[in-house]
């Protein structure tokens, strides 16, 4: 079965300091799919990103990039001059087919 | 659009006891979802639904049935509650595993 390791448990950082949440997958498969959520304090899961195996570009969407690194299994994110609005836990997951896992989650917390 | 809709929000039940958690989505998708998530491992899929009238285990499906009879409606029922199935349960729902998922608000379960 597929894996997702989000080794940073937590990450503290202070607003306007960049920080990039790993995630490394493992999967037997060609066809894959990658996603990132967020979870804010209130609890909702909040979709970010969907990027599918054979698509290795880089994405940017104002604060956010994503860099999807097939040769280290990695998908990470970083997110740049953080704001105290981006404190939540941040999943990644795997998709395979019927299938999607999540990673345990990274809890970020931006200090004023 | 409701999107997808969980009910209960809270529940407390007694050791033994069992009982259905509702969900249901009105975006027409084949795809549906439960997971639960606990402290310090993430999301982790129960059973899955790629349509109506299939259903299939995902990672921790052990103590937990689920039907589909119609697209709109996936319930997960506990069927002798445990303290380890004390749990926040998220339902989700979309196009197909490869698509961005739709969550639920939760259900937060307590189990005495």
């Known amino acids: 079965a597929q894996k997702v390791t989000q080794a940073q448990t937590e990450i503290s950082v202070v607003e306007k300091e960049d920080v990039t949440l790993d995630c490394v997958y493992e999967?037997?498969?060609?066809?894959?799919?990658l996603f990132w959520y967020k979870q804010p304090p209130s609890g909702e899961l909040v979709f970010l990103i969907r990027?599918?195996?054979?698509?290795?570009q880089n994405e940017i969407s104002g604060r956010y990039s994503w860099n999807f690194q097939k040769s280290t299994s990695s998908f990470n994110f970083t997110i740049t001059a953080s704001q105290v609005v981006d404190s939540a836990v941040y999943f990644c997951?795997?998709?395979?087919?019927?299938?999607?896992?999540f990673g345990a989650g990274t809890r970020l917390t931006v200090k004023p | 659009n409701a999107g997808v809709t969980q009910t209960p929000k809270f529940q407390v039940l007694k050791t033994g006891q069992s009982m259905t958690l509702q969900c249901a989505q009105d975006?027409?998708?084949?795809?549906m979802s439960w997971y639960r998530q606990d402290p310090g491992m993430g999301l982790r899929l129960i059973h899955y639904?790629?349509?109506?009238?299939?259903?299939d285990q995902g990672e921790v499906p052990n103590g937990y049935n689920v039907s589909r009879s119609t697209t709109e409606d996936f319930p997960l029922r506990l069927l002798s509650a445990a303290p380890s199935q004390t749990s926040v349960y998220f339902c989700?729902?979309?196009?197909?595993?490869?698509?961005?998922?739709?969550f639920g608000p939760g259900t937060r379960l307590t189990v005495l």
């Open positions: 997951a795997l998709s395979e087919v019927d299938d999607m896992r």
């Open positions: 990027r599918n195996s054979f698509d290795e």
């Open positions: 989700a729902s979309g196009a197909g595993t490869y698509n961005e998922q739709f």
């Open positions: 975006m027409n998708h084949e795809y």
């Open positions: 639904s790629v349509g109506a009238g299939i259903t």
């Open positions: 999967t037997r498969d060609t066809t894959y799919y």
